[in-house]
T-cell receptor, first 110, second 116 residues
Framework: DAKTTQPPSMDCAEGRAANLPCNHS???????VYWYRQIHSQGPQYIIH???NNETNEMASLIITEDRKSSTLILPHATLRDTAVYYC???????????FGSGTQLTVLP | NAGVTQTPKFQVLKTGQSMTLQCAQD?????MSWYRQDPGMGLRLIHY???????DQGEVPNGYNVSRSTTEDFPLRLLSAAPSQTSVYFC???????????????FGEGSWLTVV
């Protein structure tokens, strides 16, 4: 699976959009980009995943660049409950596990 | 974390004791797995299963046994607990095992284990 690079921490004001970047420059054609978050040692929570096209669900939007070498997770209206560690993971077709890196600690400020 | 249930949530063991962490899912998922997460660290795969009767080792399998007699259940057994097994354990499942990528992988809420 391709390696991902994320900033270690970010702050966001409550009510504003949180934009979390992820670099995955070695991603190959059949590898998906996944985003999970973990709130204070709770179980990792699935947010969204995508292959090429931008994706949106009730939680977030995923924007993948045309060359697929980076992506951005957007939480449109961040709340205090969105404070968590966010993990960007690239998953290949042959993978049998999610490989979690160190992620980005997002702190939503009041 | 819909549909993946872990028990117990908290457990304290003495060194050398054995115990089983339970994981159940009601979503007819082929793939189930166990991870551990040590303080300040990422999740590491212990064992996984791609269907009833089929299991395989992950990154850190030593000291743990698994079996998959039914689609719904995937218990993790600690044979002789050691302080190094103090950790938070997470069970995960996904509908398709033949191709994990592209499918949603759900996690349970975790089981906190302390070995003294």
């Amino acid at each position: 699976d391709a390696k991902t690079t994320q900033p270690p921490s970010m702050d966001c004001a409550e009510g504003r959009a949180a934009n979390l970047p992820c670099n995955h420059s070695t991603i190959s054609g059949n590898e998906y980009v996944y985003w999970y978050r973990q709130i204070h040692s709770q179980g990792p929570q699935y947010i969204i995943h995508g292959l090429k096209n931008n994706e949106t669900n009730e939680m977030a939007s995923l924007i993948i660049t045309e060359d697929r070498k980076s992506s951005t997770l957007i939480l449109p209206h961040a709340t205090l409950r969105d404070t968590a560690v966010y993990y960007c993971i690239v998953l290949s077709g042959s993978a049998r596990q999610l490989t979690f890196g160190s992620g980005t600690q997002l702190t939503v400020l009041p | 974390n819909a549909g993946v249930t872990q028990t117990p949530k908290f457990q304290v063991l003495k060194t050398g004791q054995s115990m089983t962490l339970q994981c159940a899912q009601d979503m007819n998922h082929e793939y189930m797995s166990w991870y551990r997460q040590d303080p300040g660290m990422g999740l590491r795969l212990i064992h996984y299963s791609v269907g009833a009767g089929i299991t395989d080792q992950g990154e850190v399998p030593n000291g743990y046994n698994v079996s998959r007699s039914t689609t719904e259940d995937f218990p993790l057994r600690l044979l002789s607990a050691a302080p190094s097994q103090t950790s938070v354990y997470f069970c995960a499942s996904s509908y398709r095992a033949t191709r994990l990528s592209g499918n949603t992988i759900y996690f349970g809420e975790g089981s906190w284990l302390t070995v003294v």
